[in-house]
């Protein structure tokens, strides 16, 4: 199986700040990962997939880089809504694992 | 409103067998992969089954293989998932959720898939306790 491993577990920061969360796979994975923002007691939403695409309706304050091992989830000048755990997903290939999540805190 | 409605969830002793619903609607059910997800109390995703359009193709997560049965009834637009013997390690959150695809494409065609869940259920809750 796929290991994804995000960094960092957690992070603190504030509102109107800018902030990067990495993945990074155990193999290449191309350009098939998708990012999910979880609010507390909420379910999974998707955000970003095939790396860099946003998802409708999604602000354009996220957005997604990376290919083959590594990649990136950016937000651009947080809000209070953004404060939610963040979770990568590969979809190379079965079982389409999941990163561990990064927190996000104000 | 497109909507994944979960159901089925409680408590349930260790060995013992349980069945999830999700009821979609406002889409057309019986074009798309489904699957469930789970998470367990204070941890992260996981993926736990995928089943095909026609309920020809399913898959596993190996952790439940053989315990656990995914299908669909696309006339009541619905999904199942049969949870047998159960064990503590179980115990989650479960999550119905839409797979969806756009093809992958290049300058000499398409020739795969990026796949992504668009749609999740709110959940329905699963303890194995004695």
């Known amino acids: 199986d796929i290991q994804m491993t995000q960094s960092p577990s957690s992070l603190s920061a504030s509102v109107g700040d800018r902030v990067t969360i990495t993945c990074r796979a155990s193999?290449?994975?191309?350009?098939?990962l998708n990012w999910y923002q979880q609010r507390p007691g909420k379910a999974p939403k998707l955000l970003i997939y095939a790396a860099s695409s946003l998802q409708s309706g999604v602000p354009s304050r996220f957005s997604g880089s990376g290919s083959g091992t590594d990649f990136t989830l950016s937000i651009s000048s947080l809000q209070p809504e953004d404060f939610a755990t963040y979770y990568c997903?590969?979809?190379?290939?079965?079982?389409?694992?999941f990163g561990q999540g990064t927190k996000l805190e104000i | 409103e497109v909507q994944l409605v979960e159901s089925g969830g409680g408590l349930v002793q260790p060995g013992g067998s349980l069945r999830l619903s999700c009821a979609a609607s406002g889409f057309t059910f019986s074009s798309y992969w489904m699957s469930w997800v789970r998470q367990a109390p204070g941890k992260g995703l996981e993926w736990v089954a995928n089943i095909k359009q026609d309920g020809s193709e399913k898959y596993y997560v190996d952790s439940v293989k053989g315990r656990f049965t995914i299908s669909r009834d696309n006339a009541k637009n619905s999904l199942f998932l049969q949870m047998n013997s159960l064990r503590a390690e179980d115990t989650a959150v479960y999550y119905c959720?839409?797979?969806?695809?756009?093809?992958?494409?290049?300058?000499?065609?398409?020739?795969?898939?990026?796949?992504?869940?668009?749609?999740w259920g709110k959940g329905t809750t699963v303890t194995v306790s004695s």
């Open positions: 193999q290449s994975v191309s350009n098939f």
């Open positions: 959720a839409r797979r969806s695809r756009i093809p992958k494409c290049s300058g000499d065609g398409c020739y795969s898939y990026y796949y992504y869940m668009d749609v």
């Open positions: 997903q590969q979809s190379y290939s079965g079982p389409y694992t």
